[in-house]
């Protein structure tokens, strides 16, 4: 806006004629008592009506990121039991119309059932613990001024807003209307921040969601196969044997089969973006507000024939034990944060392969 109005004052000064300059400056000119008070005036003027509307277009956006605040706060809770709905309507399907109704025995049928089971145990296990955690809280900004003088270490920034510590990687959250240790984002659907503390929860919570709706997925792919199809088609493609004994089940079966099939197959799509975009994230030891600031950085470096590197980047494995612990990868133990060994860290230092970067440990 500021930009608009110096290019209007340049076009307004281009504007005048030639010699006009010289005409008003002359001391012995008449027009110059009332020219170059009228000019002022109305770059006055010009200047009062852009800032008028600059401060308009601050309380309307101030306004808007209120109703976002508001709606969050509103929506969050909504969308836990819209979650929770939706995984207890498939895993009804899934044990109630999907099992018995399928054409095996029943060393297979408890088999699945297992399996079921112990995925959606670690999903709802991971979702309870990312929704109702802690994502980490700064300490009280006097307290760690205390120990910063006490240990002569360089003052620490302050959160004006909530009046906490404010570590590197630290963000303040405006839903929560307080300051999260290396935020990521915040989550509706767990109604909380995603944080140095529930990370690792937060991604496990995704992984094993979309290992159930997969396995429910083919479950019920066969089902699904012979009601989404008539059953003539079926017969042509060499699959009738199944069509006797799917024309038992009830009409709420079928929809509740088609429905679940429908319900999880969409999540799978959704989980395979957002999911590999988080595994992406953790690789390279970035949160989703860092992936944000490190691509215009990057941008930057690329135009100056430079190449960048996110600092925290200390290689895949060690990334990859930050957010889920020291348990090595194939051992597979971090998926069971019961028996994984806990991050290492307090979520205010962070090492980093750069030396020299305030709150950072090298
Ligand atoms: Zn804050
Ligand atoms: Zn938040």
Redesign the pocket.
């Known amino acids: 806006m500021s930009a608009g109005w110096h290019s209007r004052k340049a076009e307004n000064a281009s504007a005048a004629p030639p010699g006009a300059t010289e005409q008003m400056s002359s001391p012995s000119s008449p027009r110059k008592t009332h020219s170059r008070p009228c000019c002022t005036a109305i770059l006055v003027a010009n200047r009062r009506t852009w800032m008028s509307v600059l401060r308009r277009i601050d309380s309307g956006l101030d306004m808007v990121e209120s109703c976002v605040t508001v709606a969050m706060k509103l929506v969050g809770p909504l969308l836990i039991l819209a979650a929770l709905g939706l995984i207890s309507f498939c895993t009804y399907t899934f044990f109630t119309d999907a099992i018995p109704n399928m054409d095996a025995g029943p060393l297979t049928k408890v088999s699945e059932s297992c399996v079921g089971l112990v995925l959606l145990a670690n999903a709802l296990y991971n979702y309870a613990k990312a929704a109702l955690s802690d994502p980490g809280t700064p300490p009280n900004f006097d307290d760690a001024l205390d120990s910063a003088v006490e240990s002569d270490m360089p003052k620490p920034r302050k959160?004006?807003?909530?009046?906490?510590c404010?570590p590197t990687r630290a963000h303040?959250?405006r839903v929560c209307?307080?300051?999260v240790l290396k935020m990521d984002h915040h989550c509706p659907w767990i109604n909380n921040c995603v944080g140095f503390a529930n990370y690792r929860y937060f991604c496990l919570f995704m992984l094993f969601l979309y290992a159930s709706c997969a396995f429910v997925v083919c479950v019920l792919s066969v089902h699904f196969w012979h009601l989404a199809f008539p059953p003539v088609v079926a017969l042509g493609l060499g699959v009738h044997r199944h069509h006797d004994h799917y024309v038992r089940l009830s009409m709420q079966s079928e929809s509740h089969i088609l429905t679940t099939f429908v319900i999880c197959f969409s999540v799978m799509l959704a989980l395979s973006m957002l999911g590999g975009f988080h595994m992406y994230l953790v690789l390279t030891n970035q949160t989703t507000i860092e992936f944000q600031f490190n691509m215009g950085r990057r941008r930057e470096a690329r135009k100056n024939g430079e190449f960048y590197r996110n600092p925290f980047d200390l290689g895949r494995r060690r990334n990859f034990q930050e957010v889920f612990g020291p348990s090595p990868f194939i051992g597979f133990r971090w998926m069971l944060p019961c028996l994984a060994q806990r991050p290492a860290g307090n979520g205010m230092d962070f090492p980093s392969l750069r030396a020299g970067i305030a709150g950072i440990v090298v």
Not at 159 to 164: A, S, W
């Open positions: 959160c004006l807003k909530c009046n906490r404010k303040h959250c209307r307080r300051c």
